[in-house]
Each structure stands twice: as structure tokens, then as C-alpha cells.
């Protein structure tokens, strides 16, 4: 079955779902968030668990579905208007999610057949390789979970600090300095120790990068939330430049940049590569703190990165 004869039996089995426009245009917002849910494997199992079982309390879901607290709340919310709760505080189906359930029961051999004419490259990529460049339910476990992210928050600042101290290493927005900062600078006429210029450093980059993605956040998806769970994600998309901080250290010692052509080379392609993983846990965390999609996660992450270069020069 070619993919619009796919689209056109999913639309017909959820058609009480979705209020069509006019047109009948396959690309309204609501019939989005409906191909969402089928793309999310919590959210689909989420759907199945309550059409088979009926109402459930949020310990039941989360021992049925094996998940963390907060990847189910973060699941559940996005599930709004295809489940409620009942005065027992259970969960179950709405009128909608009973109808979207018994899309899935009786369209998931159409569903499989759409999915099963995929490349075999195409699969693995969205399968595997995305999952681990996008790692949203990594993310999505800080998701209304306070204490945890506030532990997170608190771990992914001091691991910050003593890498930036223990490397050298000036750390501003999302770039590494490759040089060590071994002495005092003046800035303002006032000679500066590097201690409390490299923890100053750290701490306004990591400010500035929280405060630059809520603004093209909101700039690019309309909304950005300030929570706990949100900051944690953020701080925790440095881990991977503190493992470069640690690696040039165990390399170099603060000998850069009287060191081999081809250690300097491995050091540059080895920072570009972590500085990716860092663009994919900020592409999670945006996708699940401002409910949207990857792609629109990536190009806030891309647009960060792009801000922080052009400042880079910019900063002492």
C-alpha cells in the first residue's frame, strides 16, 4: 500500500477524531498530532493499555509501561483530549481515545504495511541512530520530576565546574577555548585570577545559552516553559563538551597548542563530534519541555550553535 493510500485509510479510521477542514487537507494541526501519538511508541502502548484494560491509576501505567515518572508524565500530556480522569483519579479513554484505540487495533496491519515499505537504511535510522543523536526519553525523565531535575541541575553544574577548573579550559556559550587559561587577565583595569575567571566564564555561558533558547524558542515555536525539568535538560546537554574538557586534559596536560599537528587534529574532529551530541540533547530537551516536534527542536539547537559562534569573538 503506497504511502497516500496509507494516509487516506488512517484518516477514514480516525475521521470521528479529527475535525477535517473544509478542504480535507491531510495536513491540519490536529491530524499532526494524531500521526504524532502513532510515531511514539509510549503514547501508542499508552492508548492500547487503557483500550484494553480500562481505567488505571498513574502506579498501574507506570508499572505496566516500565517507565520513569516523569517520561510518563510527559506521555500523558501529550496524550490531552484522548485521556481524562475519572473521580477516582484514574486514567482512561476519552470519546476520542477510544475511537483512536480502535484505529489502532484495526489499522495496525495497514500501520505495520506503511512501515515495512521503509528502507532497511531508513529504518535503522530512525530506529536507532536518532534515538541515541535525539535521546528524548532521556530527556523526558526530568519531565515534572522537580527533585530529579534539581539533582541533575545541581550534579551537571559542579561536574561543569571542576572540569572547566581541572582542564583550563575557558568555556563560552557552546564553544571550548583550546588554549588553558594558566594566568591572570585584566579586564576593566583590574587583574583577575583564572579560578574565578574560568568559574565566571562557566557560569554566564550557561546562563546565556538558557536564556538564548528560550528566546528563539519562543521566537520559533511561540512558547518555552522555565521549569525545573526544562534547566536540567539544558545543563545536562553540557555533559558532552565537559568529556571533551576531560579527554584535551588527558592529552595535552596544558601544553596546547605545543603539541602534534595530528593531536591537535584528533582534538578539533573529537570536539565537533561531542559539540553534536550537545545539539541533540538540546534538540530533546526543546521537542519535550515545548511540546514540539524534533525538527523544530533542531533548528532551535542549530540557531543557538549559530548565535554562539558569531558571539564567541565577541566575548573576553
Given at each position: 500500500?503506497?504511502?497516500?493510500?496509507?494516509?487516506?485509510?488512517?484518516r477514514?479510521?480516525?475521521?470521528?477524531?479529527?475535525?477535517?477542514?473544509?478542504?480535507?487537507?491531510?495536513?491540519?494541526?490536529?491530524?499532526?498530532?494524531?500521526?504524532?501519538?502513532?510515531?511514539?511508541?509510549?503514547?501508542?502502548?499508552?492508548?492500547?493499555?487503557?483500550g484494553?484494560?480500562?481505567?488505571?491509576?498513574?502506579?498501574?501505567?507506570?508499572?505496566?509501561?516500565?517507565?520513569?515518572?516523569?517520561?510518563?508524565?510527559?506521555?500523558?500530556?501529550?496524550?490531552?483530549?484522548?485521556?481524562t480522569?475519572?473521580?477516582?483519579?484514574?486514567?482512561?479513554?476519552?470519546?476520542?481515545?477510544?475511537?483512536?484505540?480502535?484505529?489502532?487495533?484495526?489499522?495496525?496491519?495497514?500501520?505495520?504495511?506503511?512501515?515495512?515499505?521503509?528502507?532497511?537504511?531508513?529504518?535503522?535510522?530512525?530506529?536507532?541512530?536518532?534515538?541515541?543523536?535525539?535521546?528524548?526519553q532521556?530527556?523526558?525523565?526530568?519531565?515534572?520530576?522537580?527533585?530529579?531535575?534539581?539533582?541533575?541541575?545541581?550534579?551537571?553544574?559542579?561536574?561543569?565546574?571542576?572540569?572547566?577548573l581541572?582542564?583550563?579550559?575557558?568555556?563560552?556559550?557552546?564553544?571550548?577555548?583550546?588554549?588553558p587559561?594558566?594566568?591572570?587577565?585584566?579586564?576593566?583595569?583590574?587583574?583577575?585570577?583564572?579560578?574565578?575567571?574560568?568559574?565566571?566564564?562557566?557560569?554566564?555561558s550557561?546562563?546565556?545559552?538558557?536564556?538564548?533558547?528560550?528566546?528563539?524558542a519562543?521566537?520559533?515555536?511561540?512558547?518555552?516553559?522555565?521549569t525545573?525539568?526544562?534547566?536540567?535538560?539544558?545543563?545536562?546537554?553540557?555533559?558532552?563538551?565537559?568529556?571533551?574538557?576531560a579527554?584535551?586534559?588527558?592529552?595535552?596536560?596544558?601544553?596546547?597548542?605545543?603539541?602534534?599537528?595530528?593531536?591537535?587534529?584528533?582534538?578539533?574532529?573529537?570536539?565537533?563530534?561531542?559539540?553534536?551530541?550537545?545539539?541533540?540533547?538540546?534538540?530533546?530537551?526543546?521537542?519535550?519541555?515545548?511540546?514540539?516536534?524534533?525538527?523544530?527542536?533542531?533548528?532551535?539547537?542549530a540557531?543557538?550553535?549559530?548565535?554562539?559562534?558569531?558571539?564567541?569573538?565577541?566575548?573576553?
Amino acid at each position: 500500500m503506497s504511502s497516500p493510500q496509507w494516509k487516506t485509510a488512517l484518516r477514514e479510521g480516525v475521521g470521528d477524531v479529527i475535525p477535517m477542514s473544509s478542504g480535507g487537507n491531510s495536513d491540519s494541526p490536529d491530524l499532526e498530532h494524531v500521526y504524532s501519538i502513532l510515531g511514539n511508541p509510549v503514547k501508542r502502548r499508552l492508548v492500547m493499555l487503557l483500550g484494553e484494560r480500562g481505567p488505571m491509576t498513574f502506579s498501574e501505567l507506570k508499572r505496566a509501561l516500565k517507565v520513569s515518572v516523569g517520561t510518563l508524565y510527559y506521555n500523558l500530556d501529550g496524550l490531552r483530549g484522548f485521556i481524562t480522569r475519572d473521580e477516582a483519579r484514574r486514567y482512561l479513554l476519552t470519546e476520542e481515545g477510544m475511537a483512536l484505540y480502535r484505529a489502532l487495533r484495526e489499522g495496525s496491519e495497514i500501520i505495520r504495511s506503511a512501515f515495512a515499505r521503509r528502507g532497511r537504511l531508513k529504518r535503522i535510522f530512525d530506529d536507532y541512530v536518532l534515538s541515541i543523536l535525539v535521546p528524548q526519553q532521556l530527556v523526558a525523565v526530568l519531565y515534572r520530576d522537580n527533585p530529579l531535575s534539581l539533582a541533575v541541575l545541581a550534579t551537571c553544574v559542579i561536574l561543569g565546574s571542576l572540569s572547566t577548573l581541572i582542564s583550563r579550559l575557558p568555556l563560552k556559550l557552546l564553544e571550548v577555548e583550546q588554549i588553558p587559561l594558566l594566568s591572570p587577565r585584566l579586564i576593566g583595569g583590574i587583574l583577575v585570577p583564572p579560578t574565578p575567571l574560568l568559574l565566571a566564564e562557566y557560569l554566564v555561558s550557561l546562563l546565556a545559552v538558557l536564556a538564548l533558547t528560550y528566546a528563539i524558542a519562543r521566537l520559533i515555536i511561540g512558547r518555552a516553559p522555565l521549569t525545573p525539568g526544562f534547566v536540567a535538560a539544558l545543563a545536562l546537554a553540557y555533559v558532552p563538551l565537559y568529556a571533551y574538557m576531560a579527554v584535551h586534559f588527558a592529552v595535552t596536560g596544558y601544553s596546547y597548542p605545543l603539541v602534534p599537528r595530528h593531536v591537535m587534529m584528533g582534538l578539533a574532529l573529537l570536539f565537533r563530534l561531542l559539540q553534536v551530541a550537545t545539539l541533540g540533547l538540546i534538540t530533546a530537551a526543546v521537542s519535550v519541555f515545548c511540546d514540539t516536534s524534533r525538527e523544530r527542536g533542531f533548528l532551535v539547537a542549530a540557531l543557538l550553535l549559530y548565535v554562539s559562534f558569531l558571539l564567541k569573538p565577541f566575548l573576553p
